[in-house]
């Protein structure tokens, strides 16, 4: 799980770096950016999923499930 605005860099750089190093590990961007800019970002860089912290639990904890793979139901 990873946020896109973070204190010591940028999320994107990040999961950019990230899939570089392992291409095949997961990664939910949590973030309070709602722009589809960020969205269409994590995406191209191979995000798993993309979740606006302003959505309820429940549908954090469904979207971690579908990137666990102990779900059906799509980002």
């Known amino acids: 799980m990873l946020d896109i605005g973070l204190p ?3 999320g994107l750089e990040i999961l950019r ?6 291409p ?3 990664v ?12 269409r970002s994590a ?3 191979g995000a798993s999923g993309y979740l606006v912290k302003s959505q309820r639990m429940a549908q954090l904890l469904s979207a971690i499930l579908a990137v666990l793979g102990r779900s059906r139901q799509p980002l």
């Open 8 to 10: 010591e860099g940028d």
């Open 17 to 22: 770096r990230l899939k570089a190093h392992f």
């Open 28 to 39: 939910l961007i949590y973030s309070a950016q709602q722009s589809n800019h960020y969205l």
């Open 43 to 45: 995406q191209v860089l």
């Open 24 to 26: 095949h590990i997961s």
